[in-house]
């Protein structure tokens, strides 16, 4: 999936990756250095001047197969912050809406010698599969409910800003875990950092051999809640059900959806996140969400733009590397 090999004598990138199609495969050092890198990213885009020039001449093609705000913002806005030129393919403007195929859209799009490729598909493993099919760099940018790497890295510098530390941390994520690619994300990379994890969610939204991944699976919010440092809660994803997964929203809401009398049993300075976009009233209550002394949520779409530019800097620079062109 991944090849990577730390390179400290390198400033900046730090790590050699190929593709980063997802975080299981990474290395607690990989990962540290794409955070180290993303924090100087956070200095940058908080100065009046955030215009950079590191990949001046690189092109940028960001595909998503599915609809998108804010990644697809992000990525782009990372890109022309390096300097890169960036172009966007939406699918329903392609020719893949005339027919043509997954990889032929691949096979083309690579001939106009991208160097970073950002994909974003309903399937899982089609992000993998068209990473094959290309000479440069792919970054995942979410694929069905398999992964979603640079959403597991902004929580991560989130939480790491905050706590400055992950190690140790008991952290909850809440909520669809079955048809969540963040969720997956995210339970190796905290796994991976150490980081304790725990998943609350009713049976119905907990997918088969979950514990094999070596989190506590909890089906009630109070116990799966108590002492922990940081809530992450998921939005309910109706358009990737096939029946009903739930009673009612309403009923969901009232066993499952985030409050302050839910929240009063993690620690008193516990944090919550969520990746977005928000169902107000379903998975979170507004008071929670707008909550500044509890609410990271903010912070994690600026977080985003950082981590992406970390990204899209070292696999850029990465295609340069002589073994990355020979495989």
């Not at 955030?50 to 990644?71: C, D, H, P, Q």
């Not at 733009?305 to 850029?316: G, I, K, Q, S």
């Amino acid at each position: 999936m991944t090849s990577t090999q730390p390179t400290p004598q390198s400033d900046a990138p730090t790590l050699r990756l190929r593709h980063l199609l997802g975080i299981e495969g990474l290395s607690r050092p990989d990962i540290e250095a794409l955070l180290d890198l993303s924090d100087r990213y956070v200095d940058i885009n908080r100065r009046a001047d955030k215009k950079m020039s590191s990949l001046r001449g690189r092109t940028i093609i960001n595909l998503f197969f599915e609809n998108s705000t804010r990644t697809r913002t992000s990525f782009e806005l990372a890109g022309k912050r390096l300097g890169a030129d960036v172009l966007n393919m939406s699918v329903g403007t392609s020719s893949v809406k005339k027919g043509e195929t997954l990889i032929d859209t691949a096979v083309t799009l690579n001939a106009m010698h991208p160097d970073v490729l950002t994909i974003r598909h309903g399937d899982s493993g089609a992000v993998h599969l068209l990473a094959q099919k290309v000479n440069c760099g792919v970054i995942n940018a979410g694929d069905g409910t398999h992964e979603h790497p640079t959403q597991a890295l902004l929580d991560a510098l989130t939480i790491r800003r905050r706590k400055g530390d992950l190690t140790g941390l008991q952290v909850a994520i809440c909520g669809d875990v079955a048809h969540s690619r963040v969720a997956r994300s995210n339970i190796h990379l905290l796994s991976i950092m150490g980081a304790r994890v725990r998943v609350c969610a009713p049976p119905t939204l907990i997918p088969p051999g979950l514990e094999r991944l070596g989190v506590e699976i909890h089906h009630d919010m109070r116990t799966g809640l108590a002492d922990c440092d940081i809530v992450m809660m998921l939005r309910l994803q109706n358009e990737r059900m096939e029946g009903s997964f739930v009673p009612s929203v309403r009923e969901y809401y009232r066993l499952f959806g985030l409050d302050h009398e839910k929240l009063s049993v993690a620690k008193p300075d516990a944090l919550v996140m969520h990746p977005g976009p928000m169902n107000r009233g379903v998975e979170i209550d507004s008071d929670v969400a707008d909550d500044i002394d509890r609410s990271l949520i903010r912070e994690q779409v600026e977080m985003g733009v950082a981590v992406r530019m970390a990204c899209l800097e070292v696999l850029a620079e990465s295609q340069l590397e002589p073994w990355a062109k020979n495989q």
